[in-house]
């Protein structure tokens, strides 16, 4: 058994529930098959093995710690690690051949990626960050731009970053300050501040190219007077060398998990010459950077489903091995004890964390999939694609990451005190995990998002095509007998979560919007858990014709039957809280506006 994730599910859901293979059909992908695909998931795993899972704990013994001159000092061994993940292309894969990329689906690619999260999740920042800043760049900058920076970022030479958040303006984009002054030269002069950095200026890489966000003086007010800027702290210079372009890093934060990832602050233009790079338009800088923004929610949303499943494997793994305890039954104290895993309440504890890491995780391939889906389509199955694509991104990093966290703490829980200890990984997995509800915007952002523009995007596509996608799945199980009041069930909180939109809606149509926006996190609550019942079904259906087929070449009739046994436990203890959640959205009594701030104390 992997001691941080299971190659066997992640072949089940490759192959069997989302059929990967259906994408080498397509030119862009047509160089793979399925062996080779499975070949490059193995050589993640090999890498994360022998590199990354040591050192899990090393580096939250010894996290990334400010110099106290302009850098951040971090374990030697995160740039071996960085390296090694260049040389074998997990930073510039899935880039396309004429980037020097190898061109793979992102399905295949962000396998490789979860692997890494699951195995040490302070590491596989550093590489998304540098493959998202790159990617930006290629699909944005200019040809230039593209060979200065793009090949030593994938080569594991220079980092990527991205640098959105200011001090007096946190997740509020509109609000930012930082300047660019325009100058007769191909570059702009930046003076100001951006926090919570991650990658950071650490020590494990030469250069740092900081994609940045920033306002050309003159600019209009708000996000539509934002542009996107290169800045490396070292600037290339005619002659090939490199020249400290103003970029200071005044700190980094000290975090309560992820403490081997850099987070840092960093000053622009303290000695008036740092020197920015416009990429594409002034003033479309936000409208780039939501492509690495989206991408970088689907990427922590499937962090925070690696991590749920680290945690879910280390403690099934303390569940086989601890004995404690008697069954309720037995009155023999000379009977040896029983292991854990044989007491129902640790059942439930475990099958609590592996319904949401397991689904979260589908999801998560789901997500990738459509991205993948959008990117070799054309016309109106592209724009369908697409609109499928947005509406799950913030559903899969807000139901990851929120859920994730209690499957995390459910992991410390079934351990008991030993999972309070150091001694064991459960305890700063959980720790880790928390972060994730944070980056690429809160849990209240995500559901501002969902409810306030994805819902209602195009007239309520969105919503409708996603509706049709989980129909087409509540047919298929229909084909089998016992899964028919699992397909009634999920088809009734389909039906539930109308009834609320339509309920919300009248608030919008009178021009209410904060009270159609108050809960938008409840909304959220309720939308992950039929989603997710969405991706259990989709598991149980596919593990039902394994059984029907008597297919057992690839995984056991008990992984199929598990897999049903795990939808089943969640229409039964998760899915529920959809109800619940409906009952709090048209509840007429609002709560959450009050205007004396007394009522706090």
């Known amino acids: 058994m992997s001691r941080y994730t299971s190659m066997g599910f992640l072949r089940y859901l490759l192959f069997d529930v989302h059929h990967v293979e259906s994408l080498f059909a397509y030119d862009k992908f047509s160089?793979?098959?399925?062996?080779?695909?499975?070949?490059?998931?193995?050589?993640?795993k090999q890498l994360a093995d022998q590199e990354m899972y040591p050192f899990f704990k090393v580096f939250d013994e010894q996290p990334a710690t400010y110099d106290g001159n302009g850098g951040v000092k971090t374990h030697p061994q995160l740039k071996k690690i960085i390296q090694g993940a260049a040389a074998q292309s997990w930073i510039g894969g899935s880039a396309k051949f004429e980037h020097g990329g190898m061109q793979l689906p992102e399905m295949i690619f962000n396998t490789g990626q979860h692997i890494f999260q699951a195995a040490n999740n302070s590491v596989q920042g550093y590489l998304g960050l540098s493959t998202g800043a790159?990617?930006?760049?290629?699909?944005?900058?200019?040809?230039?731009?593209?060979?200065?920076?793009?090949?030593?970022?994938?080569?594991?030479?220079?980092?990527?970053?991205?640098?959105?958040?200011e001090p007096q303006a946190g997740s509020s984009l509109s609000d930012i300050i930082t300047t660019a002054k325009k100058t007769d030269k191909e570059y702009y002069l930046v003076k100001g501040q951006k926090i919570f950095i991650s990658g950071g200026q650490h020590e494990a890489a030469d250069n740092f190219i900081h994609l940045t966000l920033a306002r050309i003086e003159g600019a209009p007010a708000g996000v539509r007077g934002i542009s996107l800027f290169i800045i490396p702290k070292f600037r290339p210079?005619?002659?090939?060398?490199?020249?400290?372009?103003?970029?200071?890093?005044?700190?980094?934060?000290?975090?309560?998990?992820?403490r081997g990832y850099s987070t840092t602050h960093l000053s622009f233009g303290d000695n008036d010459d740092c020197r920015a790079f416009l990429v594409g338009e002034p003033h479309k800088g936000l409208s780039y950077m939501f492509q690495m923004m989206n991408g970088a929610r689907i990427s922590v949303g499937q962090c925070a489903a690696s991590v749920a499943m680290a945690a879910y494997q280390a403690s099934l793994q303390y569940c086989l091995e601890r004995p404690q305890g008697r069954s309720a039954s037995e009155k023999d104290p000379t009977i040896a004890p029983t292991l854990i895993i044989n007491h129902a309440d640790v059942q439930r504890m475990l099958f609590t964390q592996k319904s949401i890491a397991e689904g979260s995780l589908s999801l998560a391939l789901e997500c990738n999939k459509l991205y993948d889906q959008v990117h070799v389509s054309n016309g109106e199955e592209k724009e369908n694609y697409l609109l499928l694509l947005e509406i799950l991104t913030p559903i899969v990093k807000t139901y990851a990451s929120e859920q994730g966290s209690r499957s995390a703490a459910l992991a410390i829980q079934t351990l008991g005190g030993y999972g309070f200890t150091t001694d064991f990984p459960?305890?700063?997995?959980?720790?880790?995990?928390?972060?994730?509800?944070?980056?690429?915007?809160?849990?209240?952002?995500?559901?501002?998002?969902?409810?306030?523009?994805?819902?209602?995007?195009?007239?309520?596509?969105?919503?409708?095509?996603?509706?049709?996608?989980?129909?087409?799945?509540?047919?298929?199980?229909?084909?089998?007998?016992?899964?028919?009041?699992?397909?009634?069930?999920?088809?009734?909180?389909?039906?539930?979560?109308?009834?609320?939109?339509?309920?919300?809606?009248?608030?919008?149509?009178?021009?209410?919007?904060?009270?159609?926006?108050?809960?938008?996190?409840?909304?959220?609550?309720?939308?992950?858990?039929?989603?997710?019942?969405?991706?259990w079904l989709k598991m149980a259906v596919v593990a039902a014709q394994k059984i029907k087929d008597a297919n057992f070449k690839s995984n056991s009739l008990e992984f199929y039957q598990g897999k049903i046994h795990t939808m089943e436990f969640f229409f039964k203890y998760e899915l529920p809280h959809s109800e619940a959640c409906a009952k709090t959205l048209e509840d007429p009594h609002t709560l959450t506006n009050v205007k004396t701030y007394e009522m706090f104390q």
């Open 31 to 44: 160089h793979l098959d399925s062996e080779q695909a499975w070949m490059i998931i193995e050589s993640a």
């Open 426 to 535: 459960v305890q700063q997995l959980y720790r880790d995990l928390k972060i994730m509800s944070l980056y690429e915007g809160t849990t209240g952002i995500q559901s501002v998002d969902l409810l306030g523009r994805k819902v209602t995007m195009q007239n309520g596509k969105a919503v409708q095509l996603l509706m049709n996608s989980i129909t087409i799945d509540l047919k298929a199980s229909n084909d089998f007998e016992n899964l028919a009041p699992y397909s009634n069930a999920l088809d009734l909180e389909l039906k539930r979560m109308a009834k609320v939109l339509i309920h919300l809606s009248g608030f919008a149509m009178k021009g209410d919007i904060e009270r159609y926006l108050s809960d938008a996190t409840v909304f959220m609550e309720m939308a992950g858990h039929i989603i997710i019942a969405w991706q």
């Open 237 to 258: 210079t005619e002659d090939g060398s490199l020249c400290y372009n103003d970029v200071h890093c005044a700190g980094d934060f000290q975090k309560m998990g992820q």
């Open 134 to 165: 790159a990617d930006l760049i290629t699909s944005f900058g200019n040809q230039k731009q593209i060979d200065t920076y793009v090949p030593p970022i994938y080569e594991g030479r220079w980092q990527g970053t991205m640098a959105l958040t």
